[in-house]
Every structure is written in C-alpha cells, then in structure tokens.
C-alpha cells in the first residue's frame, strides 16, 4: 500500500522563515505579561416603608473589571510612505505604498496570518453603573409581589461577539480606546414583575363539602419582563483590507457612516421592511492617490483598498423585548403535610413575538443587493437591516401534577 506524504515540504534552515504554501501560522497565544483579572463593586442603598406589607428599596450598584482578557491580533499591517517606510525583514524589501496586496508584506510578522494569529491580553476594561428600585409586598391578604425596576449602562473595550466564542476586537487592534462602547449584554431598562396570590374562598363554598373541594385553594402566579434590546455591531467583512483586517470568516472591521449619516441618520428615515435606514453605512473605500483617513494623513492610498472605518462599536439599539407567562394551581390537601397541586402554565401568554435584532454584517449586500465598489455607497440594501428572525418562543402550555410531602 502506497501512502500519501500528508506534510508540506519544510524549507531548508537557513530560509526560514519564509513564506510555506498552505502553511500560514495561526492560533491563539498568551501575553508573557499575563495578570489576574479583578472586579470591584461598590453600592449603597435605603429601605423605606411606605404602607403595610411594603417594602421600597433604591440601590446605585457599580462595578469596574480591569485587567480583563482581551484578543487582538498581532499581525495588523502597519501603513507606509516615502517618510516611514517598511523594511520586510525576511526579504529586506523597503516598502514605501499601501495596497491590499502588500498588506502581508507590511506586517509585523511574515508568514503569519493577518486576521487569525491573536494574543490574549489583559488589555481590557469594563464599567457598569445602575439605579435599582424595587417595591415588595408581603403575603396578608393573599398577595405578595416583587417589582423590580433597574437603569443601567455597562460599557467596555472587549466583550465578545459570539455566545460562545472567544472573539477578536474589531477596528485598530493596538488602540484601546478604538473598540470602546456599549456591552453587548447592555440593556439600558429592565423591568420584572412577579407575583402569587392565593385567591380566597368564596363564602358561600363554606356551606357544601363539594363547593368547598372546588373553589378551595386556588392561587394564580405570573412572571411580566420588559427590556430595552442590545445593542447592534455594525460590522464590514470587507473593510480594512490596507491593514490586512479583511477576512471573510473573521472580520475585524467596521464600516463607514455614508457621508452626512450619524447615528440619528441611521434611525430616521428609516426605509420600509427594515430595522435601521442601511442606507447610513457604506464600505470605507479608499482611491489610488488618496489619503487612508485613519492614518491622520500620514499615508496614502497606492491601489483602491478599504479603511478600517469610522463607525463606532454597538452604535444602534435592537427591538426592545418582553415577555408574559402565567400558571394557575390549585392544591388539595391531604393530610397536615401532604397534599397534591395541579398547574396550568403558560409560558408567553399571549404569543407576543420579540424581534431578533437585524442583519447587521455589510457583507449581506452581496447575497441580495449591491453597491458601488469605487466609492462603497448602497445602491440596493438588500437584506442588510432587516431583521429576519425572532428571539423567543411561541406560546407554551404546560400541565404538571406535584405531590408534597
């Protein structure tokens, strides 16, 4: 049996390191200069007793993460011109232009992914800060309730992307301050109601064993949420190609605002089918000859190519959300500590569709609309700013038997 070599041919020593086919260094490595993440919080609060049974209680709650983990990529292509250039230490090539095609060649480490080779750093910080109120009522009377009512804002420079990925910032990976805003968790107003209430026997059930069997130990409970959305990342698949950033499975940018747009642009005038007006964003297209906006002016353009872009991280704020269930039980005694309860719940009472946030990957317009290439303005949106999914369940109803003992 013939067997197939399954490794690439490995250069001799004295050319390494060179450029290998198919053999480009990527991963994830750690900071030699690691440090121990830490939080601190801080809060004060008062109680006050406004009735019987009542509880009002306002907190200020606040915490600050520093030290936090944070994923850059290493390998961010540095711009060039005639006054800095770029000598390529492997080929010792001095490289005065700025196209996507020598991004590779201006970056730091050669033979080295651009997008995909990352060091986890502790390079990040959070901040958040909340008004928390609440009302409680105790059980005379047969009810008892909680309402809770919090105004927060968290920001920080790093919180991931994905659920359940470790993901790189987006923008300039060697400045801080690029990837600042709202958490992706942000939720500026949250409200929760939940409550029991043992519903009393009516007087009349006294008078029949029957009536009192049925109408007996009834209680109905319920859980109401209404919140704010999270925030929306605008992000580009395409841009910053001049730092190498563009990478179709890993973008690391973003895009720009269309000349004129901001973020009120981007909420008014919105078209209709669509969350957001797509038509404030446009791909950070650079021409041959011109300045690349981000290096302050201090390089030029030497091939069309594409900025790191100017809109900011989680800019826009997605469909706010609630939420009703409920659950009627009734229970029916057997003994001092035993008893059988049955439950009807309702998991979103009345079927209330909540809103996915929307399409938010500029990359979206190549499926089903388009743009300018040489000026990267949206001719046809397409699905970019729709929203195209939904973020909860329908209705569900649930019957449960519970025996306590």
Avoid: C
Avoid at 124 to 144: D, V
Avoid at 161 to 168: G, P
Wanted: hydrophobic content about 40%.
């Amino acid at each position: 049996m013939l067997l197939q070599e399954p490794f690439f041919a490995v250069p001799a020593p004295d050319k390494f390191p060179t450029f290998v086919p198919g053999a480009t260094l990527s991963g994830v490595y750690l900071d030699r200069d690691i440090r121990t993440p830490y939080i601190q919080q801080y809060n004060v609060s008062v109680q006050f007793a406004p009735g019987n049974n009542l509880l009002l209680e306002g907190a200020y709650v606040s915490t600050r993460g520093l030290n936090l983990a944070r994923l850059v990529s290493l390998n961010q292509a540095q711009l060039a011109s005639p006054q800095h250039p770029i000598v390529n230490e492997v080929t010792g090539a001095t490289i005065t232009t700025n196209t996507p095609l020598n991004a590779q060649l201006r970056s730091p480490f050669q033979g080295v992914s651009t997008v995909n080779f990352s060091q986890s750093k502790n390079a990040a910080r959070s901040n958040y800060n909340s008004l928390q109120i609440s009302l409680t009522r105790q059980l005379p009377n047969g009810l008892s309730f909680l309402a809770s009512y919090t105004y927060a804002r968290s920001t920080d420079n790093a919180s991931g992307r994905d659920e359940f990925a470790f993901s790189n910032i987006l923008g300039n990976q060697f400045d801080d301050h690029a990837n600042r805003g709202a958490s992706d968790f942000d939720r500026t107003h949250r409200f929760v109601l939940s409550y029991l209430w043992d519903l009393s026997q009516p007087s009349f059930a006294a008078k029949s064993t029957a009536d009192k069997l049925l109408l007996s130990n009834w209680q109905v409970a319920g859980i109401v949420v209404a919140m704010s959305g999270v925030p929306i990342d605008i992000v580009d698949t395409g841009a910053g190609s001049f730092y190498g950033l563009n990478n179709g499975a890993n973008p690391l940018a973003r895009p720009n605002w269309a000349p004129g747009a901001n973020r009120r642009t981007a909420t008014t005038n919105i078209p209709a089918g669509y969350f957001f007006n797509p038509l404030a964003f446009a791909r950070p297209v650079v021409a041959a000859g011109k300045l690349i906006p981000s290096s302050n002016g201090a390089a030029i353009a030497n091939g069309l190519g594409t900025d790191i872009g100017n809109v900011g991280r989680n800019v826009l704020r997605g469909p706010r959300q609630s939420n009703i269930d409920f659950s009627i039980i009734k229970r029916f005694p057997l003994r001092e500590s035993k008893s059988i309860e049955f439950h009807a719940e309702f998991f979103n009472l009345f079927n209330h569709v909540n809103l996915a946030n929307p399409i938010s990957d500029f990359n979206a317009l190549f499926a089903t609309g388009t743009f300018d290439p040489d000026t990267g303005q949206i001719i046809k949106p397409g699905h970019f700013g729709r929203i195209t999914s939904t973020s909860n369940n329908p209705r569900l109803i649930q019957l449960a038997v519970k025996f306590s003992y």
